[in-house]
């Protein structure tokens, strides 16, 4: 029997594989494995969703105009240059569909979020990669990989899973050595934990020129990852292509009433952010004296590399954690087989976490 054959390229994507959520026989689960918000979202957020529950029999509103202003307002953004998605993912797959195809190259960092090759093959272009150094994304090595078939450079900054990130001078830099047809999307999920002073996410470049796009996710800092709810700024002729391709009501109603609610619990986001960069340090500190090697970071996640013996190295130590039913990520599918990523979580978790990395990093 013959079947429907998908197109060329399809059946090559390595499906995406989320982090593990369960631990058979363990005690008790402590999910580090996803960088989700350690606290939860707003309870004012809460609220507003199961207040919207009474309203499931009304579609939302297609251009999230409320929202958009919400945004708007809290970045200093121009509303109109705005555009919600469902989850900063599709916003990141309809860019690669309606920018590059077939003959086309999609570039992005070694260590990028894995997501960018998928979306480029989906696309139908060929995925491309430059080298990192040290963990961070290198202007140079992007530059010298852009060729007249390159449509679309992806920038995580901050990175994933490195935790690193770009000064607001070397994404200036990139954007100035890329040719005007190459579109410059910096996938800024994790930019609302970032305090460094030289950090931009990319907003002033996107008003500064046509190329240049800045994603952002309610689903870290705001917690509501299980509601799937992404932003883009964008130059206006891109936003008029995203209009076109997007889903007519791709942002539901609930998840448009509890972003507006995260937004405006400004108490809240900063009691995240200074639990995360308490328990970040903490964390990060105790690791080092046990002898990992902690990668820097200003997310809500670390990057440890473990020792390459046998019985102390990434894969032993996933092993011995998931055991206890404490759940980090592997992440050798990113090319860092020797390394695990690690959520922060509350101060409990990361006591647990640092108590048995301890008994590990001891047993012989």
């Known amino acids: 029997m013959s079947t429907p054959t998908p197109r060329p390229g399809i059946l090559d994507i390595d499906p995406y594989v989320a982090g593990d959520s369960d631990a058979p026989g363990a005690a008790r689960i402590i999910k580090l494995s996803s960088n989700e918000c350690s606290l939860g979202p707003s309870p004012l957020a809460v609220a507003a969703f199961r207040e919207a529950g009474e309203y499931l029999n009304r579609y939302p509103d297609s251009a999230a105009g409320d929202l958009r202003k919400a945004i708007a307002g809290n970045y200093n953004l121009d509303a109109e240059k705005i555009v919600c998605g469902n989850g900063s993912d599709e916003l990141l797959t309809l860019l690669a569909q309606a920018y590059a195809g077939p003959g086309d190259e999609v570039l992005f960092s070694e260590h990028g979020f894995l997501v960018y090759p998928i979306i480029a093959r989906f696309a139908g272009a060929a995925p491309v990669s430059a080298p990192e150094r040290d963990l ?60 460094a002073d030289d950090y931009s996410p990319g907003g002033d470049l996107v008003d500064a020129g046509d190329n240049v796009v800045m994603t952002r996710t309610f689903s870290k800092i705001f ?95 996933n092993a011995f954690l998931t055991a206890d039913g ?36 001891e047993a012989s």
């Not at 995580?156 to 100035?176: C, H, K, M, Q, V």
């Not at 080092?288 to 046998?310: C, K, Q």
């Not at 980090?328 to 640092?354: C, D, F, H, Q, W």
């Open 136 to 195: 961070k994304v290198d202007v140079d090595a992007l530059l010298g990989k852009v060729t007249e078939k390159t449509r679309i450079v992806f920038v995580a900054n901050p990175g994933n899973p490195t935790g690193s990130y770009l000064p607001a001078t070397e994404i200036a830099r990139l954007r100035e050595g890329l040719p005007e047809h190459v579109l410059l999307v910096l996938d800024g999920a994790y930019a609302e934990y970032v305090t």
């Open 223 to 317: 917690g509501l990852s299980g509601l799937r709810l992404g932003w883009c700024y964008a130059p206006d002729a891109v936003v008029d292509v995203l209009n076109r391709v997007r889903g007519p009501f791709n942002v539901s109603g609930p998840a448009q009433a509890a972003a507006l609610a995260a937004l405006a619990d400004s108490a809240h986001t900063e009691k995240i952010r200074a639990e995360n960069e308490t328990w970040r340090a903490w964390t990060s500190k105790e690791l080092s004296a046990l002898g990992l090697e902690v990668a820097s970071s200003v997310t809500n996640f670390i990057t440890v590399r473990f020792p390459n013996d046998p019985a102390h190295n990434a894969e032993a130590a």
């Open 326 to 361: 404490i759940l980090p990520r592997k992440i050798a599918n990113y090319g860092l087989p020797g390394s695990l990523r690690i959520t922060i979580g509350t101060e409990s978790e990361m006591g647990e976490l640092v108590a048995a990395l301890t008994r590990f990093m």
